[in-house]
């Protein structure tokens, strides 16, 4: 019977201790997607401006997708770097918003207070578009290549370390 406990014992604590060790080494932030290096899902959606917009009007140059709500704490915090990213780089790609399980107005009186950048808001009252990227809560952003290809997904407020990372493997100019 003591020979089965140390067969045993190995078999299971190798297993926990590898799990354990490599759960411990990742950012959290960091959330496995299995989109990244597949194409942006395709959508065609209301903007809170009244227009409309459809994932192929971002083809061409990189773009990134925000998911932000209006009662979302850690959207404040990335506010800042997504104004200071469509004012540095407007020119050099496309930001575009998308409200996750929010109310249109809820937003607007959001961005009058902490700030409109003047990119598209996405409004997204069934779910679909989120669905489709495979969100789990805001804020959550998408990268996106000049071609159409997710290549990173960030689960969190942005930091500008993660945007000027980002932008680097997107060919973006730097500051």
């Given at each position: 019977m003591s020979r089965l406990r140390w067969?045993?014992?190995p078999v299971f604590v190798l297993p926990v201790g590898w799990l354990l060790l490599t759960?411990?080494?990742?950012?959290?932030?960091?959330?496995?997607?299995?989109?990244?290096?597949?194409?942006?899902?395709?959508f065609e959606a209301a903007t809170l401006?009244?227009?409309?917009?459809?994932?192929?009007a971002l083809r061409g140059r990189p773009?990134?997708?925000?998911?932000?709500?209006?009662?979302?704490?850690?959207?404040?915090?990335?506010?800042?770097?997504?104004?200071?990213?469509?004012?540095?780089?407007?020119?050099?790609?496309?930001?575009v918003g998308l409200l996750y399980q929010d109310?249109?107005?809820?937003?607007?009186?959001?961005?009058?207070?902490?700030?409109?950048?003047?990119w598209p808001t996405l409004l997204d009252p069934d779910g679909g578009i989120a669905l489709d990227l495979g969100v789990t809560g805001p804020p959550e952003t998408y990268f996106v290549d000049a071609s159409g290809i997710v290549r990173f997904k960030w689960f969190g407020p942005l930091s500008q370390q993660v945007v000027d990372e980002q932008l680097a493997a997107l060919g973006v100019s730097g500051r």
């Open positions: 067969l045993v014992l759960g411990f080494s990742r950012d959290a932030r960091e959330v496995p997607s299995p989109l990244i290096g597949r194409p942006l899902p395709p401006d009244g227009e409309r917009l459809a994932s192929d773009a990134i997708v925000n998911v932000w709500a209006s009662w979302c704490g850690p959207c404040v915090d990335e506010h800042p770097v997504l104004l200071g990213l469509e004012a540095e780089h407007g020119d050099e790609l496309s930001v109310e249109a107005d809820a937003a607007r009186r959001w961005l009058a207070r902490y700030g409109d950048g003047g």
